[in-house]
């Protein structure tokens, strides 16, 4: 039993390193020209260590970003309908502006928009149920998830200048 709870600390620990590392060379190279290559040699594991843990470069920032995004879509969940879920859109993407921001600079925000459109879909069929067809339901979710997205991606790129209740008047507006 010992050397299972030891395997599992050393890939944890692995997981660890390796989503740290790509992390750091996140802050100075666009994740295009990162390669498994470097992220092993920054963290100090081995290419093995990596394929064992993950598929790809994509799967260790899914892997990072879905917990947060999951956590966001949670409060949504929890919050009560007298309770503004706008709002709680728009203090995560304020408390996750740093990450989308390097997101767009460093050429990986299509990772992070595809589980942000995860999240809206999963939402959106425990929560929509005025839309009875499926194929409404989809089109409904890529509405709202790149509708969404693209009004707080260029609020996050203009410097957050636009008041973030003319922002959340807007997104309300749109979504009634």
């Known amino acids: 039993?010992?050397?299972?709870?030891?395997?599992?600390?050393?890939?944890?620990?692995?997981?660890?390193?390796?989503?740290?590392?790509?992390?750091?060379?996140?802050?100075?190279h666009d994740f295009r020209?990162?390669?498994?290559t470097e992220v092993v040699q920054k963290a100090g594991t081995s290419r093995m260590a990596f394929y064992r843990n993950f598929v790809d470069l994509e799967q260790v920032l899914t892997e990072y970003y879905r917990p947060k995004f999951i956590d966001i879509f949670?409060?949504?969940?929890?919050?009560?309908?007298?309770?503004d879920k706008v709002q709680l859109i728009?203090?995560?993407f304020q408390t996750t502006t740093d990450d989308w921001l390097q997101a767009?600079?460093?050429?990986?925000?299509?990772?992070?928009?595809?589980?942000?459109?995860?999240?809206?879909e999963n939402y959106s069929d425990a929560h929509?149920?005025?839309l009875p067809d499926s194929t409404n339901r989809i089109y409904y979710n890529k509405f709202m998830s790149a509708?969404?997205?693209?009004?707080?991606?260029?609020?996050?790129?203009r410097g957050q200048q636009t008041p973030l209740a003319d922002i959340t008047t807007l997104i309300r507006a749109l979504t009634k």
Request: proline content about 0%; aromatic content about 12%.
């Open 1 to 28: 039993m010992a050397a299972t709870h030891h395997a599992q600390n050393l890939k944890e620990d692995s997981k660890l390193f390796i989503t740290t590392a790509l992390l750091q060379l996140l802050e100075t």
């Open 33 to 36: 020209n990162i390669s498994i």
């Open 74 to 83: 949670q409060k949504l969940d929890d919050t009560d309908i007298s309770q």
């Open 90 to 92: 728009a203090t995560f």
């Open 104 to 120: 767009i600079r460093r050429d990986y925000e299509n990772i992070l928009f595809n589980i942000f459109a995860e999240q809206i």
């Open 128 to 130: 929509m149920n005025w």
């Open 147 to 157: 509708g969404v997205f693209a009004i707080w991606r260029e609020w996050l790129v």
